[in-house]
């Protein structure tokens, strides 16, 4: 299977496994989004440096995964697709600055690999838990808790259809990856082609987007999409919130890692 039929699949997949009864599923759209607010903003808090102190917060998509039922290796296939970008972010880092802030076993480690690795790590928490996020609530419900937020409508039904036509888009550009597969006998595509074939990929999604939107015109779309009323507030929906957020507080604050560590060595001692 080709990698764009492959992230297709993965795609795909998110909705699915949000349409599945789970206790993920159970909870307000709002709750969910203010929770995981909540977590990107703790995560991208801590100092450069941090790499330990971020270790404690990977219980929260642990815990998302658990309560949606979601699997791993979908999670970790979208994780990975995008990870090079978080390692051309930090890949100079330990150029810039290859000042030795720490030592493990005599062995001297520079500041810019502990920000990279740092980078490599708020990365992966922070997509995983907008995966999860997606996966245990639905794009759908995910608009519809943030129009109930406050978000402006606008706002919203562009993501709406921006979610639905990019699944469209990626499966023209699976089509036509197999197509030059077939025809070129499993051979690598050369640079030479790589411009034009995605020129006509680019027209080819321009002429369906405007069948598309003369389709939506003639059956009266007004720059609003319909959307079904969400679920009102329960009260677990308060204790999900209160306890995740508590959580996030208690793990910026107190470096457990650290703490457990200077416990552990003293009760060795």
Known sequence: MSSIARALQDFQSLESLAAKDSALSALDARAKILVTLGFIVT????DRYAVAALLPLVLFPVLMAALGN????????????????????????????????????????SGGWLSFASILIRFALTVSAGLMLVAGTGFGPLCVGLGRLGVPQVLTTQLLLLHRYAGLLASEAARMSLARELRGNGRRLPLAVVGPLLGH????????AERVHQAMLARGFNGQLPRGAGAD??????????VCLLGFGLARQLDLVHRLGTLVLGVLR
């Open 233 to 242: 507030w329960q009260r677990l929906d308060t204790v999900f919130v209160v």
């Open 70 to 109: 979601i699997p791993w290796r979908v999670i970790g296939r979208s994780v990975l697709l995008a990870a090079p970008f978080a390692v051309m972010l930090g890949a100079f880092n330990p150029w810039f600055d290859s000042q030795v802030v720490l030592r493990v076993a005599g062995v001297g480690i």
């Open 43 to 46: 995560v991208v808090s801590f």
């Open 201 to 208: 990929l680019l027209l080819r999604a321009l002429q369906r």
